[in-house]
């Protein structure tokens, strides 16, 4: 007796994407190629120990608004633009980000 995990199914745990699922598979010794796998009792607990070394979905959700947080505390660049709510990774904002602008016009 056996379950089947797809691989498709793992990856919409937030955290666990294509890349991250096919390590596990791999680790775990199955093919890549197959997109279900039936796993004895024995398995599941391999897949178990491998995805405690991960976070995901809470605790990492969690963990990105902690240094976030921090960022903004410690007035770092990428913090004090995550506060003015515009985009921090070297997008242009005189021609883009007319969403935020639009926003920003409303709530003043």
Known sequence: MGFKIKKKSLTKVYGLGHKKVSFIFNEIGANNKKKNLLFKFSGSKKIKTFIKN???SDTLKSKIRRVISNKIKIKNY???RHF???????QRTH???KTIK???KKNV
């Open 84 to 90: 003015f709510h515009y985009p921090c990774r070297g």
């Open 54 to 56: 991960f976070s995901f």
């Open 102 to 104: 639009k926003s920003k």
């Open 95 to 97: 021609t883009n980000a």
């Open 78 to 80: 990428v913090g004090v």
